[in-house]
């Protein structure tokens, strides 16, 4: 149990991580809509897009590292064999 | 006589009738207005928009100090990219958009216009309301008049664009919005962008 516990706190931090940087690395908060850049031809507007996009930030990161944590945590007081 | 009194009357309309200003409608069929809006945070600058833009402006090219109109946002309209900062900025705490659903802007007076070729520019003061608070503001515009230039942004349509432009700050205390907390969090200064043009039909 302590074993297992300990390797899921350590896929959810190197996941998290991973996942973090895949998508940008953003160190802002977590965004659920990006803005994309449109120019009008005629008046030379540029308008703004939103578009739907998962983009983790660094609250996504928070929170999976502070889940791992407690998970790592809760381990160390799990006796090493149960019987 | 009488046919002299008759022309008279009828180039008194007619140029009365050529001077007299167009409205421009901007509710914008392609999507492309929007007012922009930036505040400072501690871990990142908020940035969002709204698109949700309509209103009328009376624009008269040969006088365009004379200028009037009224620019209106549906505060429901307005995006930012984080879901949670956005349901809290509509929230009661904030902008309350069920209460206050709209932002105006309603212009009273042109001031330093200064005209070239077709652009426009000139100090506006007039009326904005937010949160339900309205206060008088003075703000730079330029104003961009494209003549007959509607049937290239809008297929089978002739008439005109009025392209209007203007970058302002307010400060989110003036309107009631959260006075004196969360500095720390967010800024008390509102950077507003402005981008919209209003078309003309004939």
């Known amino acids: 149990m302590k074993r297992y516990l300990r390797m899921i706190a350590a896929v959810l931090m190197v996941g998290a991580i991973a996942f973090w940087v895949a998508a940008g690395a953003n160190p802002g908060w977590t965004k659920t809509r990006v803005p994309k850049r449109v120019t009008d031809e005629v008046t030379g507007l540029e308008g703004v897009q939103w578009q739907d996009k998962f983009v983790p930030g660094v609250d996504f990161l928070g929170a999976a590292l502070l889940g791992a944590g407690i998970l790592a945590g809760v381990s160390y007081f799990v006796p090493a064999k149960s019987k | ?202």
Do not use: C
Request: no cysteine.
């Open chain 2, 1 to 202: 006589m009488k046919m002299k009194l008759a022309i008279l009357v009828l180039m008194t309309t007619t140029s009365a009738a050529l001077a007299a200003p167009q409205s421009f409608d901007f509710k914008d069929p392609k999507g492309i207005n929007n007012a922009g809006f930036k505040l400072d945070a501690p871990l990142e600058s908020i940035n969002g928009s709204a698109s949700g833009i309509y209103g009328t402006v009376a624009f008269d090219a040969a006088n365009p100090g004379a200028t009037q109109g009224k620019i209106t946002v549906a505060t429901s309209s307005l995006i930012v990219p984080n879901p949670m900062q956005r349901q809290h900025m509509l929230g009661k705490e904030w902008l309350d958009a069920t209460k206050f659903p709209t932002i105006i802007f309603e212009s009273k007076e042109f001031k330093n216009v200064q005209t070239a070729g077709d652009t426009t520019t000139a100090d506006v003061t007039g009326t904005f309301t937010l949160k339900g608070v309205s206060k008088e503001l003075t703000v730079p515009v330029k104003l961009t008049y494209l003549k007959d230039k509607l049937g290239d942004r809008v297929p089978n349509q002739k008439g005109d664009l009025l392209v209007i432009r203007s970058n302002f700050s307010i400060k989110r205390s003036d309107f009631n919005i959260n006075p004196g907390r969360f500095e720390d969090k967010v800024s008390d200064s509102i950077e507003i962008t402005l981008s919209v043009a209003g078309a003309s039909p004939k």
